[in-house]
């Protein structure tokens, strides 16, 4: 089970978020790499991929986004919100199958 | 450019069946492991289905296990996702990933199930 917090997030442009995911599980694994991701749904959109291995950028995602964590607690940070990052964030585990969180919706004050 | 394709996407009643694709193009797609998620209306991200491109090991949901069945030809590039025995609670939108890490996805193909 992965558990996300807060479930909605409403932040001022400029200003920092936060949203953490607690794992059932622990996400590392032997071959020393910890699997959780981190995307971001806009509306209508596919998601896309922000955050690898919980730490690391997908090629092409802006510094301001930030993966932090290990073992079973992870958190996304946003350095400074811009309006293009409005839509739904959603952690997801791979080491054993995959499992998302419930997403966390972020809009803007 | 790498990109992903869904299509097969309908309008089915219940016990019904319908095979949706997956176009993969600017990557081989038999060099990747291959997933399928789905959204229901208005409700988070549910993977279902992952093809494994060593082994051909395919896994599933319990939601879909014994109704769904993922399979691929590399030969055409694509993956599918053969769904039988469809219920109301299948319906949902359908993408097809790559990877471990979903770092491509296609835009999606609309299953309605409805009498």
């Known amino acids: 089970v992965m558990t996300q917090t807060p479930l909605s997030l409403s932040v001022t442009p400029g200003q920092p978020a936060s949203i953490s995911c607690k794992s059932s599980?622990?996400?590392?694994?032997?071959?020393?790499?910890?699997?959780l991701y981190w995307y971001l749904q806009k509306a209508g959109q596919p998601p896309q991929p922000l955050i690898y291995?919980?730490?690391t950028r997908f090629s092409g995602v802006p510094e301001r986004f930030s993966g932090s964590g290990s073992g079973t607690d992870f958190t996304l940070r946003i350095s400074r919100v811009e309006a293009e990052d409005v839509g739904v964030y959603y952690c997801?585990?791979?080491?054993?199958?995959?499992?998302f969180g419930q997403g966390t919706r972020l809009d803007l004050k | 450019q790498v990109q992903l394709m869904e299509s097969g996407g309908g309008l089915v009643k219940p016990g019904g069946s319908l095979r949706l694709s997956c176009a993969a193009s600017?990557?081989?797609?038999?060099?990747?492991?291959m997933s399928w998620i789905r959204q229901a209306p208005g409700k988070g991200l549910e993977w279902i289905s992952y093809?494994?491109?060593?082994?051909?090991?395919?896994y599933y949901a319990d939601s879909v296990k014994g109704r769904f069945t993922i399979s691929r030809d590399d030969a055409e590039n694509s993956l599918y996702l053969q769904m039988n025995s469809l219920r109301v609670e299948d319906t949902a939108v359908y993408y097809c990933?790559?990877?471990?890490?979903?770092?491509?996805w296609g835009q999606g193909t609309t299953v309605i199930v409805s009498s």
């Open positions: 600017g990557f081989t797609l038999g060099d990747y492991y």
């Open positions: 599980q622990i996400l590392l694994h032997s071959d020393g790499k910890t699997y």
């Open positions: 291995e919980a730490t």
């Open positions: 093809s494994s491109y060593i082994d051909n090991t395919t």
């Open positions: 990933a790559r990877r471990v890490g979903l770092d491509v």
């Open positions: 997801m585990q791979a080491i054993n199958l995959y499992t």
